[in-house]
């Protein structure tokens, strides 16, 4: 009898709910580690232009970008030049359109929740960072780059604050405009932070513009970079100006990031 019941009757035992937070933040991070790496803008936007800029500023010394050679001081500012694209631009425009599809509101009363969300989209934004380090030291390598050893150190924790302040302004950016006007301002952003923010140019060649650039996230980033990576020096000021931005645009971000 009992057997009968035990092969009719539904089985009495729990269902084994969701899987542990751990596990849902680190699929999501793989999901969109995979979308960035798969959307063509994206690629062009992390790598290419990167690539390009390198090899540019390593083959040519029509941008005076101080003492030292030229491959030395160009490498520092375009691992800062992709630290940027990845976290700010690449991530302010996917954003953008996850919010417009609805993705963000979805994916938020979904067990991962929106601390889940965002715990695996910086994590994605460090693992394409740590990809694009490989490709593109690897690259500035072979063109006669020699990093100082005792700045390998302090560059991580410069990546580590300038991600952080970079993923808050391009959610704050994602968060307050339309997913069109994001795409726009995204890239407008990153081409005059290119040019005039000091990530690559150091701010003291920038002329007028190089007491702004020291205090942009961009300068701060850029200098921090070069400071340790080309001079061996820990950037405590650079470090103090990344974080005052973290925090400013951390707390905007929460108080107006609309997730619909």
């Known amino acids: 009898m009992s057997d009968l019941v035990a092969t009719t009757l539904p089985s009495m035992r729990p ?39 390198l090899v540019g500023l390593a083959r040519t010394s029509a941008i005076d970008l101080g003492a030292g050679p030229q491959v030395d001081l160009a490498a520092p ?3 800062a030049l992709a630290v940027m694209s990845t976290a700010f631009t690449g991530q302010a425009i996917a954003t953008g359109f996850d919010r417009r599809a609805g993705l963000l509101r979805l994916l938020g009363v979904t067990p991962l929740g929106r601390s889940g969300l965002l715990a695996g989209r910086v994590l994605a934004v460090l693992a394409v960072e740590a990809l694009q380090v490989v490709v593109l030291g690897g690259v500035a390598l072979g063109l006669g780059w020699r990093p100082r050893g005792a700045g390998l150190l302090p560059a991580v924790v410069t990546v580590l604050l300038g991600t952080a302040a970079f ?5 704050l950016l994602a968060g307050t405009l339309r997913a069109e006007a994001v795409l726009a301002a995204a890239n407008l952003v990153w081409v005059l932070l290119l040019a005039g923010g000091g990530v690559v140019v150091p701010p003291e060649k920038l002329g007028a513009l190089s007491g702004v650039a020291t205090l942009l996230p961009s300068g701060a980033l850029g200098e921090a970079m070069r400071a340790s990576l080309a001079g061996g020096r820990w950037p405590l000021a650079e470090w103090l100006v990344l974080a005052v931005w973290a925090a400013l645009a951390g707390a905007a971000t929460s108080r107006w990031f609309r997730w619909t």
């Open 15 to 53: 269902d084994p709910g969701a899987a542990p937070a751990r596990r849902r933040v680190l699929a999501q991070a793989r999901f969109d580690v995979t979308a960035m790496l798969r959307n063509g803008e994206q690629l062009l936007l992390t790598l290419v232009l990167p690539l390009l800029v």
């Open 77 to 79: 500012g375009v691992l």
């Open 167 to 171: 993923v808050a302004l391009g959610l």
